[in-house]
């Protein structure tokens, strides 16, 4: 069974040196969270979080080309217009349309993703999240209770303010 | 620059006082506003009680006041996407109390400016022909037309200004959230979808504001470029023209500058937010709307050049009654306004001031909602054949519904700004963050 632990730091750098403490004794960007009010970064390579989001998103843009250029081709050819002889369909008159339509594409992809990548409503209500003060940083561990005292430690050696065990929700 | 200056949890107090109660100034206000925005709404309903014939429109002049404030809205609309999206995308650090009260201009000029095809259609019921749906009578909109670019152009940039307004204020309302009581509580916290301020979410929010910030600025332009093409797919005197696109989105940002310098004025006096909105702020934007004053100028100039030196007859009958006929005292008038007063105003250094900002920006405004008129109006009274040439004066319902539209707009904008903090709170992090 695992334990949630939380460490408040006043700093960057004593967070920064927890996380770099902790990864040193196995624990991984899994198992280590950062809460805080306003965005904390770290150097690359210290708790990194891919994403596909970019590659997402042009997906999401190709796909909605690919959705509204088959729509405006075939009901253009189902609904016919009187053209004169012109083409029924055209691309570049209808351009602008399907340019629009692949922006629409992008921006809901952006939206959507991010809501995926970053966890919003598919949390997982039993892991506890901590109360952040104001200009603090939280750092959560995920770890089995043999743990508990040598990553209190750690964390404490680090510089954190409090470092105690989390609630779990049942 | 004082922002960084200033402790967060001071940061949080200021920013969020001005959420708390409402003065007797500013119910009375809304009060009015909401009653101006009414009367105006009362005005569209007699228009579709009695038809659109109420409306000064009419043969050869068939787009009047509502189309001229169709442009002038979707103009003012580029206030917040693309300025705070250049900002964002170049990290500029002087944007941080800048953008939403940009990005709120964005949506509500778009929602005001996105009404106006539809009164503008008289017939505001069937506006749905508009879309592609399946129906037993073969109609089908004409993706070829570029009033139906209108409607994606508008649809998608309403779309994305609203999410990019959304995505930086969803930090915001979670931390409102755990302070708030009744309604406000519930509204926040739907709106901050369960977010915990974990690293996981931080990292997803900046990947996505770069990424909406590019794809926003694609579509900021494309949109006013759509508008542009409204007018310059007709072959009508001195609409059929291949700058028209870029002429119309520098104008665009142009009066969407002078809108966001006069937002800015009202919520920095309004709200005591001198040490966030300091004059530093407003000498950039000062900056940007004198580049972008020059630039108007410029095109102005070879729009007129161009015809002028082609000295095509039907052509120069709009020239002439633009530069010097009956057109020319508004002409005249958007030249000084536009291009004048900015450059005396902002272009000396030492007259260069918050107070002078806002004065050219009003000015700004007026030009630019006059410039729109030259362009929709003389065209239209003097068509190619001159027995066909009418003239056009606004009816009380299209002047009502004007001046309404601008009421709703100041009037959403004091409901915004007592829902929701005007300036990002989050961003004025006490975290120096690593350079990539």
Known sequence: MSLYLAGTFGTKEAALQAIKELKASGYGPQDLTVFSDEPVEFPRGVLDRPSHMSLAVVSGAAVFFLLVVSFVYFTQYDYKLVTGGMPIFSFWPTAVVFFEMTMLGAILTTFGWFIWESGLLRRDKSVPVPAVEPEAICLRIRCVPEQLETIAAALENAGARNVGKLAQAL | ?436
């Not at chain 2, 969020?16 to 506003?33: H, I, N």
């Not at chain 2, 755990?178 to 709106?191: F, I, M, Q, S, T």
């Not at chain 2, 161009?306 to 009956?326: D, H, I, L, Q």
């Open chain 2, 1 to 436: 620059m004082a922002p960084a200056a200033i402790p967060y949890h001071q940061v949080r107090d200021d920013l969020w006082r001005p959420l708390a109660g409402a003065s007797k100034r500013y119910t009375l206000t809304l009060v009015l506003l909401s009653a101006i925005a009414l009367w105006g709404l009362i005005a569209w309903g007699y228009q579709i009680r009695v038809g659109i014939g109420v409306a000064g429109i009419r043969r050869p002049v068939f787009w009047g006041f509502y189309l001229v404030d169709f442009v002038f809205w979707i103009g003012i609309s580029h206030a917040g996407t693309l300025i705070s999206a250049i900002l964002r995308l170049t990290d500029a650090d002087w944007r941080k109390p800048v953008t939403r009260a940009a990005e709120a201009i964005t949506v509500f000029a778009l929602m005001i400016g996105g009404l106006f095809p539809l009164i503008h259609l008289g017939r505001v019921w069937l506006f749905y022909w508009l879309f592609p749906y399946p129906n037993s009578r073969l109609l089908w909109p004409n993706f070829r037309s570029p009033l139906m670019w209108d409607v994606t152009a508008i649809s998608t940039y309403l779309t994305g200004s609203v999410i990019f307004l959304y995505l930086p204020l969803i930090p915001d309302v979670a931390q409102l959230s755990e302070h708030a009581k009744g309604w406000r509580l519930r509204l926040y916290k739907v709106l901050a979808l369960g977010w915990t301020g974990s690293d996981r979410e931080w990292h997803a929010l900046e990947r996505a504001m770069k990424l909406m910030a590019g794809i926003i600025l694609a579509v900021a332009v494309s949109v006013h470029s759509v508008v542009a093409w409204d007018f310059a797919m007709a072959i009508a005197p001195m609409w059929h023209s291949t700058i028209f696109a870029p002429y119309f989105v520098v104008g665009a940002i142009f009066s969407g500058l002078a809108g966001l310098i006069l937002a800015l004025t009202i919520v920095r006096k309004t709200m005591r937010l001198e040490s966030y909105l300091t004059p530093h702020h407003f000498g950039n934007l000062a900056k940007l709307l004198l580049l972008m004053s020059l630039l108007w100028l410029y095109f102005t100039f070879a729009e007129h050049l161009t015809v002028w030196y082609g000295n095509e007859p039907k052509e120069m009958s709009v020239f002439g009654a633009r530069v010097r006929g009956r057109f020319s005292p508004e002409f005249w008038a958007m030249v000084v306004v536009n291009f004048v007063v900015p450059f005396v105003l902002l272009g000396i250094r030492r007259l260069r001031s918050i107070r002078t900002a806002t004065i050219a920006s009003i000015g700004v405004l007026v030009g630019m909602w006059l410039e729109r008129y030259l362009i929709i109006v003389p065209t239209l009274s003097m068509p190619r054949l001159s027995a066909a040439w009418g003239r056009y004066s606004p009816s009380w319902v299209e002047i009502s519904i004007t001046v309404a539209t601008f009421a709703a707009m100041a009037a959403l904008y004091l409901v915004f700004s007592k829902l929701f903090p005007i300036v990002s709170v989050w961003e004025f992090e006490p975290h120096a963050q690593e350079e990539e």
